[in-house]
């Protein structure tokens, strides 16, 4: 069974920045599309964005210019980094990890708490 392990998460204010991380348990990481996804209460989980094996990033259009994806493979840890967060940036985040594209994800987080504050 893989492991993934968030951290990063915690207080911050309106404008501050994070950079969250995800490290996976096995080595066969760099084998995995590995993505952020973010769910508030009351909201549907939210996908944020994903990096591929070769370490291509996508991002979902309205986090782009603000969250960015990355990934070091040798330390089978993913980033997110996050710069000018507002409220509704409140959320848990999670990583997971799966194969292929179209894919079911194989493997969740348990997610880490992010919480902007004006």
């Known amino acids: 069974q893989v492991q993934l392990v968030e951290s990063g998460g915690g207080l911050v204010q309106t404008g501050g920045s994070l950079r969250l991380s995800c490290v996976s348990s096995?080595?066969?990481?760099?084998?995995?599309?590995m993505s952020w996804y973010r769910q508030s209460p009351g909201k549907q989980r939210e996908w944020i964005a994903s990096v591929n094996a070769r370490g291509a990033p996508t991002y979902l259009d309205s986090l782009k210019d603000r969250f960015s994806i990355s990934r070091d493979n040798p330390k089978n840890t993913i980033y997110l980094e996050m710069s000018n967060l507002q409220r509704e940036d409140t959320a848990v985040y999670c990583c997971c990890a799966k194969r292929k594209v179209g894919d079911r994800v194989d493997f969740w987080g348990q997610g880490t708490q992010v919480t902007v504050s004006s």
């Open positions: 096995t080595d066969a990481f760099r084998l995995y599309i």
